[in-house]
């Protein structure tokens, strides 16, 4: 079981707004930036978003990110098809002396 | 055009070892930290170990820092991960990552499969 918690799965229509939540706690989230990674079955994963809310160049503006306290939060609007794909957060930890994944959350669009 | 190539993947039995190796180009390799990241089949992904720029530094996940080693050779622009005392949970894709930011690119990934 993942110290970072996302939901397994969430879903919505095209053009829709998901969001997809990470909940940690005070060692990882609460005292450092989150990173987010998509991952299309049979690809490597791709940084989507850095530093809570930093597009890396190429990703649409779409996507964004925000953290508060002890949570961060992935949102996609104007949800598509190509947007089907795992979702991953990061976290460093100061406790573990180690970097953190959450679980994954698959994203369906319907 | 950045790339990172893992090779190094292999069958291996129980207890046994294995040096993964990644290959980078397109970058100044020795101005990053490197990652090493894997997935089990069907699992999530599972940051392994990292490498500061100059060596100097090593990170490893708390419970497989007895069996591994992480290294690199700036001149040769190449990460390495060597693994012992091999078990079935180690069985997985293993990815070599660049960053700061953890992930900024990621090879393609090398199969390690642990069976006897």
């Known amino acids: 079981q993942s110290v970072l918690t996302q939901p397994p799965s969430t879903s919505g229509a095209p053009g829709q707004r998901v969001t997809i939540s990470c909940s940690g706690s005070g060692s990882n989230i609460g005292r450092n930036h989150v990173n987010w990674y998509q991952q299309v079955p049979g690809a490597a994963p791709k940084l989507l978003m850095y530093?809570?809310?930093q597009r890396p160049s190429g990703v649409p503006a779409r996507y964004s990110g925000s953290k508060s306290g002890t949570s961060a939060s992935l949102a996609i609007s104007g949800l598509q098809s190509e947007d089907e794909a795992d979702y991953y957060c990061?976290?460093?930890?100061?406790?573990?002396?180690?970097?953190?994944f959450g679980g994954g959350s698959k994203l369906t669009v319907l | 055009e950045v790339q990172v190539v893992e090779s190094g993947g292999d069958l291996v039995q129980p207890g046994g070892s294995l040096r993964l190796s990644c290959a980078a180009s397109g970058f100044v390799f020795s101005n990053v930290w490197m990652h090493w990241v894997r997935q089990a089949p069907g699992k999530g992904l599972e940051w392994v170990a990292a490498i500061k720029k100059d060596g100097t530094e090593k990170q490893y996940l708390h419970y497989l820092k007895d069996r591994i080693t992480i290294s690199r050779d700036n001149v040769r622009n190449s990460l390495y991960l060597e693994m012992n005392g091999l078990r079935a949970e180690d069985s997985a894709i293993y990815y070599c990552a660049r960053g700061s930011p953890l992930g900024q690119d990621w090879g393609q990934g090398t199969l390690v499969t642990v069976s006897s």
């Open positions: 990061a976290a460093w930890d100061d406790s573990l002396s180690s970097w953190l």
């Open positions: 530093n809570n809310d």
